[in-house]
């Protein structure tokens, strides 16, 4: 019984989290501004909503908000290598000169943001077990097994050394 308790808690953590993120992302998606700022001040929105409407209490709430904060970095670290990767392929063969130029500066604009982003996004990669995370590759850092998280879920441990830290990859 205190087994299925167990399962049915985080299951309801698990919604809570998902309901939340959702709800940061519409705060988000109404605002005229979309800096790093403007992602944070939603998240705060967000969970301060949630707060004041008893969905959960201020400890789950900043928990959630770090958990949020973290995805949402690595998210845009791997806009990055999107960014960096389209850049590459806009060399003058394939686009004509004067929509080249006016793409590498749209394109090194916005990867000067990213890269801003990304270098706060390395120290939200670690990851311990019990924590929840958005769907990713998650590498044990003690024996380098890799765990696929498909959905939204909590950290386990890892099946093969019982380690309890990992490196989110995607």
């Known amino acids: 019984m205190k087994a299925e308790q167990e399962t049915e808690k985080k299951r309801i953590e698990i919604g809570l989290y998902e309901k939340f993120a959702a709800r940061a992302k519409d705060i988000m998606d109404e605002a005229k501004d979309k800096t790093s700022e403007a992602v944070e001040i939603a998240i705060e929105k967000a969970k ?3 707060i004041e409407a008893g969905e959960f209490g201020r400890d789950q709430g900043e928990k959630f908000k770090a958990f949020l904060e973290r995805d949402t970095k690595i998210a845009r670290e791997n806009l990055v290598k999107v960014g960096q990767s389209a850049m590459e392929m806009l ?11 006016a ?11 990213f890269e801003d982003w990304s270098k706060k996004v390395e120290s939200g990669l670690d990851y311990k077990a019990g924590e929840l995370t958005s769907p ?3 590498v044990c850092k003690k024996c380098k097994n890799e765990i696929r998280m498909k959905v939204t879920g909590h950290v386990p441990v890892c099946p093969k050394c019982n380690a309890t830290e990992f490196h989110k990859t995607y």
């Open 103 to 113: 793409l590498v500066s749209i394109l090194d604009h916005l990867g000067e943001k």
């Open 136 to 138: 990713g590759t998650l």
């Open 48 to 50: 301060e909503e949630m």
């Open 91 to 101: 060399n003058p063969g394939r686009v004509s000169a004067g929509v080249q130029n």
